[in-house]
């Protein structure tokens, strides 16, 4: 398998665009989860699903963030519009169980400017 | 609120001395997991101990789940520049509807050669 997929990997932008975060979960995985990873505050849970429905959002910083996951190959976070403050690395996740072993994708990094 | 709280929270130490670093809580978790992230990439699972005073090796690495299941700690023997990296411990709680690991802020080690 190829483990969790993200794409970009990297993503410049400029104050008040719209940013668009893609992952795409390990097969056979039943729940995935969206985090965001500063130096400050260290790995945050964003939200996460579990058979493609969300299940806790409160991660979610404000309503420029939103999250949503077709089916079971996909997800996306999108932010609009970005700020400064939402730079930051994200990473997308899954596991066979919510509170089982993760399995972690190779992040986002993003920067506002 | 269940919370992580890992200690030290930053460790620099040279190659081939011995530490330990923690990972305590005031609640009990059903599982306790233990993660290591590489700069520029995402955290990978270590370790997970599910029994209260289980014991796990890997190699080097001690890992042990306290009786009560409420701390756990990591001991590296002879330390390695390889074992550089952020630490991060989660705890697993399967009771209740809202099942999701819970995230230490991590212990950044830098083992220097």
């Known amino acids: 398998d190829a483990g969790v997929i993200q794409s970009p990997r990297h993503e410049v932008t400029e104050m008040g665009q719209e940013v668009t975060l893609r992952c795409k979960p390990i097969?056979?995985?039943?729940?995935l989860f969206w985090y965001r990873q500063t130096m400050m505050r260290g790995l945050e849970l964003l939200i996460y699903f579990n058979n493609n429905v969300p299940i806790d959002d409160s991660g979610m910083p404000e309503d420029r963030f939103s999250a949503k996951m077709p089916n079971a190959s996909f997800s996306t976070l999108k932010i609009q519009p970005s700020e400064p403050r939402d730079s930051a690395v994200y990473f997308c996740?899954?596991?066979?169980?919510?509170?089982?072993?993760?399995?972690f994708g190779p992040g986002t990094r993003l920067t506002v400017t | 609120t269940q919370l992580l709280e890992q200690s030290p929270q930053f460790l620099s130490i040279q190659e081939g001395e011995n530490l330990t670093v923690y990972c305590n809580s005031s609640?009990?978790?059903?599982?306790l997991q233990w993660y290591r992230q590489e700069p520029g990439e995402g955290p990978v699972l270590l370790v997970t101990v599910v029994t209260g005073g289980e014991v796990k090796k890997l190699k080097r690495l001690t890992f042990q789940f306290g009786d009560a299941r409420k701390d756990s700690s990591l001991h590296i023997t002879a330390a390695q520049t390889g074992d550089t990296g952020l630490y991060l411990c989660?705890?697993?709680?399967?009771?209740?509807?809202?099942?999701?690991?819970?995230w230490g802020l991590g212990t950044s080690l830098a083992v220097n050669p």
């Open positions: 996740a899954s596991s066979f169980l919510a509170a089982g072993e993760q399995y």
């Open positions: 609640s009990v978790f059903s599982s």
């Open positions: 097969s056979g995985h039943n729940s």
């Open positions: 989660a705890g697993g709680d399967n009771a209740g509807n809202n099942r999701k690991l819970i």
